[in-house]
């Protein structure tokens, strides 16, 4: 399973634009990029997946580059609900056994 | 009202007995998880079911059993084996698309 770098904490202010960036530098060809967010003492929430380019929901926006070594989840607009741990997650989906390798997730702190 | 329930929230148990830990989906996905959190850690995977009466280890399934007879639940029993069982159980199926949505999770105590 590709490993994965994320900040281990980031500031923001309510209502500026987050960019959480994630390195996965041995991240294989059949790998898609899961993010996910998890509030204290709750069970993490999907948010976005992709595999390449950039990809975009009601919640994020991600944004891959073309050797998808790394990618980036833009939250817009952040206010003080959105302080949580980002998961930043590689793997193959299409494997026979899916697993997800969670690390220590970026702690985000929005600030009024 | 679609999702997973884990229960209870709450479990205290004093050391050497064992406790089982419920998790019950209907949302009629075929994959689950069990993980462990540690305080300020990530998760770590205890066991995965891909399909009924089967399943297999994850990283750290040792002090943990679980069973697979139903499609909507997957208990996940913690041993008088398991070394350090205080922590924070998380349960999770696995959608169409391979993203997993997790139930709320039960705090396990041991004294």
């Known amino acids: 399973l590709a490993k994965t770098t994320q900040p281990i904490s980031m500031d923001s202010y309510e209502g500026q634009e987050v960019n959480i960036t994630c390195s996965h530098n041995?991240?294989?060809?059949?790998?898609?990029i899961t993010w996910y967010q998890q509030f204290p003492s709750q069970g993490p929430r999907f948010i976005i997946q992709?595999?390449?380019t950039k990809v975009t929901n009601e919640v994020a926006s991600l944004f891959i580059p073309a050797d998808r070594k790394s990618s980036t989840l833009s939250l817009p607009r952040v206010s003080l609900s959105d302080t949580a741990v980002y998961y930043c997650?590689?793997?193959?989906?299409?494997?026979?056994?899916?697993?997800?390798?969670f690390g220590k997730g970026t702690k985000l702190s929005v600030i009024p | 009202d679609g999702g997973i329930t884990q229960s209870p929230k709450y479990l205290f148990r004093k050391e050497g007995q064992n406790v089982t830990l419920s998790c019950e989906q209907n949302?009629?996905?075929?994959?689950m998880y069990w993980y462990r959190q540690d305080p300020g850690q990530g998760l770590r995977l205890i066991y995965y079911?891909?399909?009924?009466?089967?399943?297999q280890k994850g990283d750290i399934a040792e002090g943990y059993s679980v069973s697979r007879e139903k499609k909507e639940s997957f208990p996940l029993t913690v041993t008088s084996a398991q070394k350090n069982p205080t922590a924070f159980y998380l349960c999770?199926?696995?959608?169409?698309?391979?993203?997993?949505?997790f139930g709320p999770g039960t705090r396990l105590t041991v004294t």
């Open positions: 997650l590689v793997g193959d989906k299409w494997a026979g056994s899916y697993q997800l390798t």
């Open positions: 041995n991240i294989a060809t059949n790998d898609y």
């Open positions: 949302l009629n996905h075929d994959a």
């Open positions: 992709g595999y390449k």
């Open positions: 079911s891909q399909i009924v009466n089967d399943f």
């Open positions: 999770a199926s696995q959608g169409s698309s391979y993203e997993q949505y």
